[in-house]
């Protein structure tokens, strides 16, 4: 099936000039919501991951069924004070100011294979603050995954060195 | 498997004299993450569900992998401003001041049978505003499920009239 057809696109979200891609037409659609989970399986099934990062919130929809497929754990990448055990932090620049994202000192051990997951890659920011994070804790990033790419943003290229599939690609 | 070894109890978390109950680490136990999906798609899978809305974040957690073991849809039940697109909201009460939560108006139809799933049933108060935005759209909602269930906060009283299902019961 063809996965495209079952984004929403609504103009001028969340601010006037940007084009969202809303990921809940094709949530609520049951074909392509296991499609959508199917091919990532398909894609990761044999590269030995050990554990998914999902990146808060919308990393945990697609990473956890993922995470159920591929018989192995899920690590909550989440915004500051949400973690309630020792927490390392990373923070990344946006437009205007940073943002903050916590991983539970615990969540990964020394040499585990670890797959990132968000819904959206757009510059790239918040995926590579997760890989850091990750990798402090002597993690490696297997793959960083997503369902929708905003290619003309480049955030492949902020992800260098990192292996990078997307489901859904829009390049404008 | 006993799915309650594998949470972490976290004291005086969000703040002082609340014991905090830490999915993460059930989560990262790839045998207890599988555990705990196989026994919602169980107890669920004669229920006729026709989609699971999830709550935001946790609810995204349980809810996604169990949309996909029962092959139906996904929809997030969303803070204020995340959706994209026309909505309606619920808002109710909270020790000090309310929250609120949005579903997409065209995110059920008709009758529909809906599952609202969570992490943790406390006062219930989110959950029955879950519930009746669900309702509002004319959904039927066909249970409501929990991975942790502080009994003690006697959040099932505030849903009477529902079916509701947890993992693990905690009474203090």
């Known amino acids: 099936m063809n996965l495209a057809s079952t984004i929403r696109e609504v103009p001028d979200f969340p601010k006037e000039g940007i084009l969202f891609y809303d990921i809940t037409t094709l949530l609520k659609n049951p074909v392509a919501l296991k499609e959508s989970i199917d ?25 956890m069924p993922l995470a159920y497929q591929l018989g192995v754990g899920f690590l909550p990448v989440r915004k500051p004070g949400k973690l309630p055990a020792k927490t390392i932090a990373e923070s990344y620049a946006l437009e205007y100011g940073t943002n903050t994202l916590e991983l539970h000192v615990d969540a990964v051990t020394e040499g585990q294979r670890i797959l990132v997951v968000d819904d959206l890659l757009a510059t790239g920011g918040t995926a590579q603050a997760s890989c850091k994070l990750v990798e402090r804790l002597g993690g490696k990033v297997v793959g960083v995954t997503f369902a929708i790419e905003l290619t003309f943003l480049k955030g492949r290229e902020k992800l260098a060195g990192y292996e990078v599939f997307s489901l859904m690609q829009y390049d404008a």
Chains 1, 2 share one sequence.
């Not at 399986?41 to 999902?54: C, K, S, V, W």
């Open 39 to 63: 091919q990532l399986t398909a894609h990761y099934r044999n590269l030995q991951i050990d554990a998914i990062a999902g990146i808060e919130s919308r990393g945990f929809i697609f990473g």
